[in-house]
């Protein structure tokens, strides 16, 4: 891992003063949540309900690959900031969760080069701001000897997919250890450029 990291609280507050407020976007990709008794938003109100969060001082956006529409309507919602010349929130993406069921390091690398290309596409983004890496089970640090994180740093010292790079938080058996020998990391780890 890398020497310098900070925590994830500080995501899209780069640059600005005061506190940092993130809105999650699943919901604008796929009708989820128990609660949700509508479904999804037409791509006209997830661009409305993104600008208005903008507007009202929303600097950071979570969004996945995983999240069906949601990456594409959010880049919709990017170029609608633009026109408008509201300053762009950063916008934090997840890997595709196929990884998982890779076979190998060769075949996680491929998955790893197609979602950042993915995202980059649907979001209007290059490079992206942040990709996350979405559990630690699935595509932590050891899967297939660190394959995933290893691309995802290549291509940030290329320059050419993304900023920065951040880990899911690990089990919450680790974190009890690291607890009990005194050495507890923050709970995400965030490699700025």
């Not at 690990?170 to 050495?183: E, H």
Request: with cysteine.
């Amino acid at each position: 891992m890398d020497a310098e990291t900070t925590s994830a609280g500080d995501l899209g507050n780069e640059g600005r003063k005061g506190a940092s407020f993130a809105l999650g976007t699943v919901q604008l990709g796929l009708p989820y949540g128990a609660a949700n008794v509508t479904g999804m938003p037409s791509e006209e109100q997830a661009v409305a309900i993104v600008c208005e969060a903008v507007a009202a001082g929303v600097q950071s956006l979570d969004t996945a690959h995983g999240y069906e529409l949601s990456q594409k309507r959010l880049g919709i919602a990017m170029k609608e900031l633009e026109s408008r010349g509201l300053s762009l929130p950063q916008v934090v993406t997840k890997l595709d969760t196929s990884m998982s069921s890779a076979k190998s390091a060769e075949e996680l690398t491929k998955i790893v080069n197609a979602s950042v290309d993915n995202s980059k596409k649907q979001l209007g983004l290059n490079p992206l701001h942040v990709v996350c890496l979405h559990t630690w089970e699935g595509h932590g640090p050891s899967l297939h000897g660190g394959a995933a994180y290893t691309r995802l740093k290549e291509l940030k010292a290329q320059g050419v997919g993304l900023k920065n790079i951040q880990l899911p938080q690990p089990p919450d058996s680790q974190i009890l250890l690291r607890r009990q020998s005194r050495r507890l990391a923050p709970p995400h780890t965030f490699h700025p450029m």
